[in-house]
């Protein structure tokens, strides 16, 4: 049991550390992270990009100060919609404090001006995908 412990924790420290975060956005309670290593075309068509998305609780107005949200998420570049894959919720200290799986839940409307509209927009504008 402690080999599998052990050989987990390697491969979530090393899944951390070869993510490329890039800052995309800042409110006044969160810092919005894309990690650009992982955008890539989620349909043949190329109408749709999936990437992990972090989001840092700068308050404790959704979680406490320095909690942090791991997504993994589908953006649909023609629709503007976005599912929500799996989301992590993390303390401070890196520590996993929930995993929910919400593939099952389909498509959601993502209004331009929205924090998650401008997510949207800036995975579908990556430049860099074959």
């Not at 599998?4 to 006044?28: K, M």
């Not at 309670?29 to 955008?39: E, G, Q, R």
Request: charged fraction near 20%; hydrophobic fraction near 35%.
């Amino acid at each position: 049991m402690k080999v599998i412990i052990f050989v987990a924790s390697i491969f979530v420290s090393w899944s951390a550390a070869a993510a490329d975060w890039v800052e995309i956005n800042r409110t006044p309670n969160k810092i919005v992270l894309l990690d650009a290593d992982s955008i890539k075309y989620s349909n043949p068509k190329k109408t749709q990009r999936q990437a992990w998305v972090k989001l840092v609780m700068l308050d404790d107005s959704e979680y406490s100060k320095g909690d942090y949200t791991q997504g993994f998420s589908d953006f649909n570049c023609k629709s503007g919609t976005v599912k929500f894959n799996e989301i992590l919720l993390f303390n401070s200290g890196g520590e996993l404090k929930t995993r929910t799986n919400l593939s099952l839940e389909g498509w959601h409307n993502m209004p331009s001006e929205s924090l998650y509209g401008y997510v949207n927009q800036t995975v579908c504008s990556y430049p860099y995908l074959d």
